[in-house]
Every structure is written in C-alpha cells, then in structure tokens.
C-alpha cells in the first residue's frame, strides 16, 4: 500500500453501518412501544378483574347464610386477581427500569455513533476528493461499486449560508429554471434560516439521510445535479416549507390543516419510503418534506405522528402533470399508509390542482378507508410571503 493512501475497502461498508444502527433503534423502538401497550392492556384487564371480583365477593357477602361455598369461592377469586396483580406491577417495575436504560442508548448513544459515522465518511470523502487529481486515493476502493466518481456523495453543506451559496450556484448554471422566478431567490436566506431554526440538523440539507426503517433519502448536491429537477421546483420545496412554518394551510378537500409546530416538530427532506408493492416503474415513494411530530413525555421527546408532503410547483398556475405518474404515485403513498410508514400525505402547490389530481385523491381516499376517513390531502396557493 503508498504511504499516501488511506486503506479504505469500502464506501458501502460504511453506510450500511450506518444505515443498520438506524434500522434497529428504530426497530428496536418499536418493540418497546409495543412491549408498553401490552403492559397497558395487562394492567387493564387485571383492574377490571379485580373490580368484578370485589363486586362477585359483595355479593356473596350479602347472600353468605345461604351459600357459604359461593363466599369462599368469590374470596379464592379475588385473592388470585390480587395476586397476579402484584405480580404484573413487579414484572412491570422490573421491565421499566431496563427499559429506561435501553431508550437512553437508543435517543442518546446510537444518534452519537450514527453522527460520528457521517463525519467520518465526509473526511473520508473530502480525503478523495482532494487526491484525486495527484493520483493518490484509497487502497482497495473501485468507484464502479458506487456507479463510478460521479454517484460518489458529495460533501454536505454545514450552514445556512452554504446552502444558499450552493443553490445560487445552481440556478446560475440552469438560468432557464430560475430567471423566471427571481422572488424565489431574493427569499433564498430567510426562508432557508427559517426551515433550520426548526431543525438544525435537517436531514437532506446539512447531513447525509440514511436508510431509515424502510426510507432513504438524497442528499442535497444530488439532488440538484439531477437536470430532471427543475431548480425553481426545488426552491418552491423550501419556500413552501417555509410557508407551513409561518402560516400553514387548509386542505381543499375536507379542510385538513397542514402546519408545522417549530417547538415540537421536526423537519427532513427527500426521503424516500419503499412499500412492498409499488405499480409501474417507480421503486420508491418519496416525500419532498417529512414532519416528524414530537411529545414530549417522561423528561425525552419521542416520535409521534409522520407526516409526508410533496410539493407540486405549477408553471402556469394550473398543476396537472402526467396523469398516469400521479395515479402511480398516489397508488404507492396508499400502500405507505397501509403499511403504517406515514400517518398521512399532502401535496401542496402555489397554484391550483386539476380536476383529475383531485379526483385521483378522492379516489384513494375512499379506498383507504371506505370513505369513513381521509388521509391524502391537497392544498392550493401555498406561498411564502417573506418578511413578517
């Protein structure tokens, strides 16, 4: 091996890594909430058995000079539901206290290994970048297993500022997608620091979005190298965001308000969801935003409602698209629904949607749920207004 290089075997060895310990904190979070409603339903069961033992034993009391042997049997019952009962809230008392330990590992210790990871792999990335032109590189390393120096990630950008200088950047490189649209790009800073005040560390914008459960998402240089983008549309993303931060919007079918609680919620971008049977050519469902609402309970917060947002940018006031991706689309979010990935979906537009998106909605709405509820919704003239 030359002195020069680093003896790194490989990229993908290190963001599955990464990708695995988000897998099982996550799964391993879910056992536990799972675990705990069990233990509710015990505890539950047993209050209620406990409750109708003490009322089978009034009234043997009441009928004891006729049937002493109902008496004794009503007093066995009810010492055995007491008994079992201290049983389950020892058991239980026991359980919590490792599992006390267990989401401190999880929402503490696994976060610092996943982040460490992520710096890691940036050095490392930085570290090639840098060599390649001089000839040193990594011992052992074949760009061909990432499609070759182009697929490699790029390095994320670490401020604010960064990102703002990055997609000025772009959109001077693709006049055509942004000259129309100069508004978006004077709001660029504002909306930018906005969308980071509610989450520092958003994924998608300043850190790499690994595999998470069943979800994996870009990273921001990516996602503007792909020319199919247009830059105004990826702008609209952030400034649509920024607008559910500032004033939120009501659905155009059954007024389901979309917002987002800066105190509360959390924000990432591009991730990407893959349900086991997805129609057409698509392979994976993938919301623009993803809100993770937060609660805050026992001194932690823990992960509540998932929201997914895609934003539809109309070029001409009227979004209509390609009619038969859509359906494909709306198809894969219902079966994200149904596996329990998302709680619910929105599309948001500045303009307005067509006829046939709307009905499309309505459609999969009604197969969700039978009609009884939705969870697909649409909204219409969402724009940022800049300053307050």
């Given at each position: 091996?030359?002195?020069?290089?680093?003896?790194?075997?490989?990229?993908?060895?290190?963001?599955?890594?990464?990708?695995?310990?988000?897998?099982?904190?996550?799964?391993?979070?879910?056992?536990?909430?799972?675990?705990?409603?069990?233990?509710?339903?015990?505890?539950?069961?047993?209050d209620e058995r406990q409750r109708h033992g003490r009322r089978e034993l009034e009234r043997a009391q009441d009928n004891s000079?006729?049937?002493?042997?109902?008496?004794?049997?009503?007093?066995?019952?009810?010492?055995?539901?007491?008994?079992?009962?201290?049983?389950?809230?020892?058991?239980?008392?026991?359980?919590?206290?490792?599992?006390?330990?267990?989401?401190?590992?999880?929402?503490?210790?696994?976060?610092?290994?996943?982040?460490?990871?992520?710096?890691?792999?940036?050095?490392?990335?930085?570290?090639?970048?840098?060599?390649?032109?001089?000839?040193?590189?990594?011992?052992?390393?074949?760009?061909?297993?990432?499609?070759?120096?182009?697929?490699?990630?790029?390095?994320?950008?670490?401020?604010?500022?960064?990102?703002?200088?990055?997609?000025?950047?772009?959109?001077?490189?693709?006049?055509?997608?942004?000259?129309?649209?100069?508004?978006?790009?004077?709001?660029?800073?504002?909306?930018?620091?906005?969308?980071?005040?509610?989450?520092?560390?958003?994924?998608?914008?300043?850190?790499?979005?690994?595999?998470?459960?069943?979800?994996?998402?870009?990273?921001?240089?990516?996602?503007?190298?792909?020319?199919?983008?247009?830059?105004?549309?990826?702008?609209?993303?952030?400034?649509?965001?920024?607008?559910?931060?500032?004033?939120?919007?009501?659905?155009?079918?059954?007024?389901?308000?979309?917002?987002?609680?800066?105190?509360?919620?959390?924000?990432?971008?591009?991730?990407?969801?893959?349900?086991?049977?997805?129609?057409?050519?698509?392979?994976?469902?993938?919301?623009?935003?993803?809100?993770c609402r937060r609660f805050y309970e026992n001194g932690q917060w823990i992960d509540g409602q998932e929201?997914?947002?895609?934003?539809?940018?109309?070029?001409?006031?009227?979004?209509?698209?390609?009619?038969?991706?859509?359906?494909?689309?709306?198809?894969?979010?219902?079966?994200?629904?149904?596996?329990?990935?998302?709680?619910?979906?929105?599309?948001?537009?500045?303009?307005?949607?067509?006829?046939?998106?709307?009905?499309?909605?309505?459609?999969?709405?009604?197969?969700?749920?039978?009609?009884?509820?939705?969870?697909?919704?649409?909204?219409?003239?969402?724009?940022?207004?800049?300053?307050?």
């Open positions: 091996m030359n002195a020069n290089q680093a003896n790194v075997r490989s990229f993908q060895a290190l963001l599955e890594l990464q990708s695995s310990l988000a897998a099982f904190r996550s799964e391993a979070q879910q056992t536990l909430d799972r675990v705990n409603r069990e233990i509710k339903r015990a505890e539950a069961w047993l000079r006729n049937d002493r042997q109902h008496l004794r049997h009503a007093e066995e019952e009810l010492n055995a539901v007491l008994h079992w009962r201290r049983q389950a809230q020892e058991a239980a008392a026991q359980y919590h206290q490792q599992a006390v330990r267990l989401q401190h590992f999880l929402h503490e210790e696994i976060p610092k290994a996943e982040s460490f990871l992520a710096r890691k792999f940036m050095e490392l990335e930085a570290y090639r970048a840098v060599n390649a032109q001089s000839g040193a590189g990594f011992a052992g390393f074949s760009s061909a297993e990432h499609g070759g120096a182009a697929a490699l990630p790029a390095q994320e950008p670490s401020s604010a500022e960064e990102i703002k200088e990055l997609l000025l950047q772009i959109a001077a490189e693709n006049p055509t997608s942004a000259s129309c649209y100069p508004d978006y790009l004077q709001q660029l800073s504002q909306t930018v620091a906005l969308i980071l005040s509610v989450t520092p560390d958003a994924l998608g914008l300043l850190r790499f979005s690994p595999q998470r459960d069943m979800r994996a998402g870009t990273i921001l240089k990516s996602r503007l190298a792909n020319r199919n983008k247009s830059v105004a549309g990826f702008l609209y993303e952030l400034l649509g965001t920024a607008a559910l931060i500032r004033s939120g919007s009501n659905a155009g079918n059954g007024g389901q308000r979309l917002f987002i609680q800066p105190e509360t919620d959390r924000l990432d971008f591009s991730i990407k969801f893959n349900p086991k049977e997805l129609p057409g050519k698509r392979r994976s469902v993938e919301a623009d935003l993803l809100i929201i997914g947002v895609d934003f539809k940018h109309a070029l001409h006031g009227t979004y209509s698209g390609r009619l038969k991706e859509f359906q494909e689309q709306v198809e894969g979010i219902k079966n994200v629904i149904r596996t329990g990935q998302i709680h619910e979906f929105h599309f948001v537009s500045n303009g307005r949607f067509s006829g046939n998106v709307a009905e499309v909605i309505s459609r999969a709405n009604a197969e969700l749920a039978e009609g009884k509820q939705d969870f697909i919704f649409y909204h219409e003239g969402v724009i940022f207004h800049g300053k307050s």
